[in-house]
């Protein structure tokens, strides 16, 4: 396994997560990766949707556990958890095999089904999320309480804007609420995906008083969506679990893991080798042990010890 701006599963053509072109690009999950301009795109049916149009024919759409060949690879997706349409990836090379995972959720939702796993000899698997603090509540509760709070916003007339970090948790966030019944307007990129999704009723935010869903990178946006509007604003993501300032409440809505549930998944895979990406890739790796091992983009080494 090597990175080189997205990981390379040594032994095999496919890259995972690429962000530059690769001739094949296993997709863990809309948010991970551009259309760009890769050869062919393995991923399942909703991520290729939600990739939008531009792919040729060439791309493999294929279900989670329906087990594929390419070439002499043998390749089956499972669920990750991450969201709609995410899944893993595990390549057996022929007494060899490996598990790229992308980030992982055990969470069971509507819009999405938990983690599953699979015993590997290696083991790839994004982290987030991982430090000792990183504990978070059920999901299902951090739902309920949002629409709860959504509702008793639009009761006192005022428009609640939840906050999100990417537009695939926005199109959760909106699938999660619209189910329980509160109506949903987002911001464009959310409502692009969510019409890829066939979600129906995610509209643009207007006169008449909705859920708003925004990206949290957005605030100007925002701000001239709703010019003269009453409105309350909540953050619904795993950060939330670092507090809520600059927001007039927050839910700790994860899109992955928290450190105990990625933990106890690494271990029920069994794999003699883990390589860990992502924020808190560090914490969990040490945690792991020694099999395990960060890898991802160069790191700036530090000229004088803190």
Same mark, same amino acid.
């Given at each position: 396994?090597?990175?080189?701006?997205?990981?390379?599963?040594?032994?095999?053509?496919?890259?995972?997560?690429?962000?530059?072109?690769?001739?094949?690009?296993?997709?863990?999950?809309?948010?991970?990766?551009?259309?760009?301009?890769?050869?062919?795109?393995?991923?399942?049916?909703?991520?290729?949707?939600?990739?939008?149009?531009?792919?040729?024919?060439?791309?493999?759409?294929?279900?989670?556990?329906?087990?594929?060949?390419?070439?002499?690879?043998?390749?089956?997706?499972?669920?990750?958890?991450?969201?709609?349409?995410? /899944?893993? =990836?595990?390549?057996? !090379?022929? &007494?060899?095999?490996?598990?790229? #995972?992308? @980030?992982?959720?055990? *969470?069971?939702?509507?819009?999405?089904?938990?983690?599953?796993?699979?015993?590997?000899?290696?083991?790839?698997?994004?982290?987030?999320?991982?430090?000792?603090?990183?504990?978070?509540?059920?999901?299902?509760?951090?739902?309920?309480?949002?629409?709860?709070?959504?509702k008793a916003e639009l009761a006192a007339e005022r428009r609640p804007v939840v906050f999100c970090d990417t537009a695939l948790d926005g199109l959760e966030i909106a699938t999660e609420l619209a189910a329980r019944?509160?109506?949903?307007?987002?911001?464009?990129?959310?409502?692009?995906?969510?019409?890829?999704?066939?979600?129906?009723?995610?509209?643009?935010?207007?006169?008449?008083?909705?859920?708003?869903?925004?990206?949290?990178?957005?605030? /100007?946006? =925002?701000?001239?969506? !709703?010019? &003269?509007?009453?409105?309350?604003? #909540?953050? @619904?993501?795993?950060? *939330?679990?670092?507090?809520?300032?600059?927001?007039?409440?927050?839910?700790?809505?994860?899109?992955?893991?928290?450190?105990?549930?990625?933990?106890?998944?690494?271990?029920?895979?069994?794999?003699?080798?883990?390589?860990?990406?992502?924020?808190?890739?560090?914490?969990?790796?040490?945690?792991?042990?020694?099999?395990?091992?960060?890898?991802?983009?160069?790191?700036?080494?530090?000229?004088?010890?803190?």
């Amino acid at each position: 396994m090597t990175w080189r701006d997205g990981v390379h599963l040594t032994g095999t053509p496919i890259w995972c997560d690429a962000r530059r072109r690769r001739d094949i690009c296993f997709v863990s999950s809309v948010d991970r990766v551009g259309r760009g301009a890769h050869g062919q795109l393995i991923a399942t049916p909703l991520t290729l949707a939600l990739l939008g149009d531009g792919g040729g024919g060439a791309d493999l759409a294929v279900p989670v556990r329906k087990r594929f060949t390419l070439g002499t690879l043998r390749l089956e997706l499972i669920p990750s958890g991450r969201g709609a349409g995410a /899944a893993a =990836l595990l390549v057996d !090379l022929g &007494g060899r095999s490996t598990l790229y #995972a992308g @980030a992982v959720r055990g *969470a069971k939702i509507a819009s999405c089904d938990p983690a599953e796993v699979r015993s590997c000899d290696a083991l790839v698997v994004h982290a987030p999320f991982g430090e000792e603090h990183h504990r978070f509540p059920r999901l299902d509760e951090a739902i309920a309480k949002t629409a709860a709070w959504a509702k008793a916003e639009l009761a006192a007339e005022r428009r609640p804007v939840v906050f999100c970090d990417t537009a695939l948790d926005g199109l959760e966030i909106a699938t999660e609420l619209a189910a329980r019944g509160a109506p949903v307007s987002a911001g464009r990129q959310i409502r692009e995906l969510a019409a890829r999704a066939k979600l129906a009723g995610v509209t643009t935010p207007g006169k008449e008083p909705r859920v708003v869903v925004w990206l949290d990178s957005d605030h /100007a946006g =925002l701000a001239k969506a !709703l010019a &003269g509007k009453r409105f309350a604003t #909540a953050l @619904a993501s795993g950060r *939330a679990i670092e507090g809520g300032d600059g927001y007039d409440t927050s839910f700790v809505w994860a899109s992955a893991a928290d450190r105990k549930t990625l933990l106890a998944w690494i271990a029920s895979a069994s794999a003699r080798e883990v390589f860990v990406t992502g924020p808190c890739a560090d914490a969990i790796a040490l945690a792991v042990g020694p099999k395990a091992r960060v890898v991802g983009p160069p790191r700036q080494m530090a000229l004088f010890a803190p």
